[in-house]
C-alpha cells in the first residue's frame, strides 16, 4: 500500500487475507457474516467502523491509520483552523497533533522523490510538509 490518496479498504483487506492464508470460514464465523457477505466487503470501497474493527482485531492490522495517514498528507491545512468570526466551545474530545509522520509515510513521501514523480518544492507545497523536516528525512535516510 503506497498510495494513500485513493484507498479502496475492501481491497487491502483482502490482499492481507490472501497474505496471511486465512481460511473463509474462520473469517465467516469471526465476522458473523457468510461467504456472499465476505466478497461484498472485499468490494466495498468503504466499511462501516465497527466492521473495519473486527477486521483489524482479525488480521493484527491497524486500518484506522491508513485513513490517518491520508489526512496527514492530504488534508488542507487551514481546514483545521477556526473561523475567527464564530465563536466555538473547546471540545472535551481529544486532540491529536497533524504533523506525527509515521515511517510509511516518510518512505511514501522519499519514494515520490527518488522517482521524480515530484520535486521537492512541489512535496512541500501539496503535503504541507516542513522544508526542514523533508531535508531531515532526506539527510537521515540517504534519498
Not at 475492501?10 to 481460511?23: A, C, H, P, T, Y
Not at 521524480?116 to 534519498?143: A, C, F, H, R, S
Amino acid at each position: 500500500m503506497n498510495n494513500f490518496k485513493e484507498i479502496h479498504i475492501g481491497k487491502i483487506i483482502k490482499q492481507l487475507i490472501d497474505e496471511k492464508s486465512i481460511e473463509i470460514s474462520r473469517i465467516c464465523k469471526f465476522m458473523s457474516a457468510s461467504e456472499t457477505e465476505i466478497e461484498k466487503m472485499y468490494q466495498s470501497k468503504s466499511l462501516d467502523a465497527e466492521i473495519l474493527l473486527r477486521y483489524s482485531k482479525l488480521l493484527e492490522y491497524d486500518f484506522f491509520r491508513i485513513y490517518s495517514q491520508h489526512l496527514i498528507l492530504y488534508a488542507p491545512p487551514g481546514a483545521a483552523k477556526k473561523d475567527s468570526s464564530k465563536i466555538y466551545k473547546e471540545s472535551k474530545l481529544p486532540t491529536f497533533r497533524k504533523q506525527i509522520y509515521t515511517k510509511e509515510i516518510i518512505d511514501f513521501v522519499l519514494d515520490i522523490i527518488s522517482t521524480n514523480q515530484k520535486t521537492k518544492q512541489q512535496v512541500i507545497e501539496e503535503y504541507g510538509i516542513p522544508k526542514t523536516t523533508l531535508y531531515k528525512w532526506i539527510d537521515k535516510y540517504k534519498v
